[in-house]
């Protein structure tokens, strides 16, 4: 059990990649706060979760995440009945496919909003109580097309090009105070996210990839398990690409 004892936050973790992120945490020993955006599918999760096994310690929140103020309660909800924080998984997120000629500035900043405000307010909010902690470990959702870019929806690559610079720029100010901040970075992965995406755009992209498939939740839930774990002590500042080698 890599996380015994260990407490996360995982935002975003209703579904696709960030539910098995918080499955795979509670099935090495974390306590976790999931966070989504509604009650409902909070509370669905969570459920869900405890029905698989009546031992998870996983407890449910859905602050807005572009409110400094809510998201610091529900920050100290969590340190006074577990007593720490020691991972933060800033991984709610939301795509984007509009053309440039189309394209409504409100709904680029709607996209800029979640995928890289949020995080910098989770963030800011998180590492004081980690620094008082003297550890702790931020994990960031990067993606394929940080690298790459995407040829439409140019919010969304904008958006995980800067998760990468924030990602980088906070392992370098944050190391001192032991607390490592890196990055995984999916390939197409298996989740709503993408089955709202249409054939004719999934099919060429699986055929890019080396590993001839989409990547599982799964995938990416190992990798933060591992970046989130001791085993992965000596390692900051890294966007890990997670994506059976896609566009190479
Ligand atoms: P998903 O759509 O299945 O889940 C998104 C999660 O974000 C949900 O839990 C949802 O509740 C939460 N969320 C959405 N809007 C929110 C809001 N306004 N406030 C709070 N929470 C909100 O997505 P996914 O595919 O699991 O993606 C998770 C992360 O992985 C995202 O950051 C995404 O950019 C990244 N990613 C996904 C893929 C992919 O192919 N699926 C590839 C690369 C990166």
Known sequence: MLLNGKIAVVTGGTRGIGYATVKKFLDNGAKVALFGSRST???????????????????????DLLNAEEVRKTFEQIVSKWGRIDILVNNAGVSARESIYTY??????????LN?????????????????????????????VSLYGQPSGCAYPASKFAINGLTKSLARELGKDQIRVNAVAPGVTNTDMVAA?????????????????VGEPEDIANAFLFLASDMASYVTGEILSVDGAAMT
């Open 41 to 63: 599918t909070v509370e669905r999760a969570v459920q869900q979760l405890k029905e698989t096994c009546a031992d998870y310690e996983v407890e449910g929140f859905y602050p």
């Open 104 to 113: 409504d500035p409100e709904e680029f900043k709607k996209t800029m909003d």
């Open 116 to 144: 890289v405000n949020a995080v910098f307010i989770c963030t800011h909010e998180v590492v004081k109580f980690m620094k008082e902690q003297g550890s702790g470990v931020i994990l960031n959702t990067s993606s394929m």
């Open 197 to 213: 995406l249409p054939d004719e755009v999934i099919q060429p992209l699986i055929n890019t990839i080396p590993l001839k498939r």
